[in-house]
Nanobody, 123 residues
């Protein structure tokens, strides 16, 4: 069983950067594919990025490609989302998600979720 806790959200001006962190508990973390999703009140939760268990492959939604970078440190049980060139439309609650084995880009592909961290980008 893996528990996930996000941190690093906050208020930033457009064009700025934030780094989200996701701390995982549990000895099986290194075998989990990890993902980041986001949700606003107006939209359903949407895929942002994912990384395979080894960190060897990463995946991004078109809307964040080239601006966001996902990474992980299995020795520290951590996953990160570096967000650069932030836009007001990036404003959302960001969720960390984990799944033993394969990654996916649908929220149904993940079995473990954090509580979320708010990111607000002002124009």
């Amino acid at each position: 069983q893996v528990q996930l806790v996000e941190s690093g959200g906050g208020l930033v001006q457009a064009g700025g950067s934030l780094r989200l962190s996701c701390a995982a508990s549990g000895r099986t973390f290194s075998s989990y594919a990890m993902g980041w999703f986001r949700q606003t009140q107006a939209k359903e939760r949407e895929f942002v990025s994912a990384i395979t268990w080894s960190g060897g492959s990463t995946y991004y939604a078109d809307s964040v490609k080239g601006r966001f970078t996902i990474s992980r440190d299995n020795a520290k049980n951590m996953v990160y989302l570096q967000m650069n060139s932030l836009k007001p439309e990036d404003t959302a609650v960001y969720y960390c998600a984990g799944n033993p084995g394969f990654y996916g880009n649908l929220d149904g592909d993940y079995s473990h979720w954090g509580q979320g961290t708010q990111v607000t980008v002002s124009s």
